[in-house]
């Protein structure tokens, strides 16, 4: 994803199994093409997941592996071997994620899904010496606010952000200042939602409700 907000990155351990008694039985690589395939397809289903808890702790940070058990295309059982992170709740609601996924052609398969949860920067010499802003935009009726722009007008140039599915944004390495942060709603004219003075290490949170 080259807009991600976040480095999410994921593979796929090789130790799986294949369950027989189809009728037409699926080879172990097939099924995984497939898998991997629906997965990069629909990957913004778990990227918006990790933009809400970012939100919530910018530091969460770690590998989640899950163990599961798909039939018939659908997620029936999946078991967190290991949560890093340290979240229960995220791992469930990845969990119920996937569970709203139906995978045509996919035979029975019982895989491992590592997925490595990390804000992006994190890695960057500069990220302890800047500071992050995200927030959530909903609508009077309490509904999320998708693709809005996000600017921020300051003492330093910072890129646009946009809103996802779920309203959320982030965006992180934005250096020390005083920023006036501004919501555009499609072609309606700019709104400041917010002046934030931010200082190196802070994470600034923003709840709005468009009126």
């Avoid at 090789?14 to 172990?28: A, N």
């Avoid at 898998?35 to 629909?42: A, D, K, P």
């Avoid at 770690?62 to 967190?80: F, K, P, S, T």
């Avoid at 994470?203 to 009126?211: A, D, G």
Wanted: hydrophobic share 40%.
């Amino acid at each position: 994803m080259k807009n991600s907000l976040f480095i999410i990155g994921f593979y796929l351990l090789s130790g799986f199994s294949c369950i027989l008694g189809q009728v037409e039985e699926q080879s172990d690589s097939v099924k995984m093409q497939i898998f991997i395939s629906f997965l990069q397809e629909h990957f913004d289903d778990i990227h918006d997941v990790t933009m809400y808890y970012h939100h919530q702790n910018a530091d969460l940070n770690g590998l989640i592996v899950l163990n599961m058990d798909w039939q018939d295309g659908r997620l029936v059982e999946a078991v967190a071997v290991e949560n890093k992170a340290g979240n229960d709740q995220l791992v469930n609601d990845l969990i119920t994620v996937l569970k709203t996924w139906e995978i045509d052609n996919l035979g029975p398969l019982q895989t491992q899904l590592p997925l490595r949860v990390k804000i992006v920067g994190k890695d960057d010499p500069e990220f302890l010496h800047t500071g992050i802003i995200t927030g959530e935009i909903i609508d009077a009726a309490g509904s999320p606010l998708s693709g809005a722009k996000i600017s921020f007008k300051g003492e330093a140039s910072v890129p646009d952000a946009r809103t996802n599915r779920k309203g959320i944004f982030v965006r992180t390495l934005i250096p020390p200042g005083k920023y006036d942060v501004y919501l555009t709603v499609q072609d309606s004219e700019s709104v400041m939602i917010k002046s934030v003075d931010l200082s190196a290490g802070k994470h600034e949170r923003i709840n709005y409700i468009l009126q």
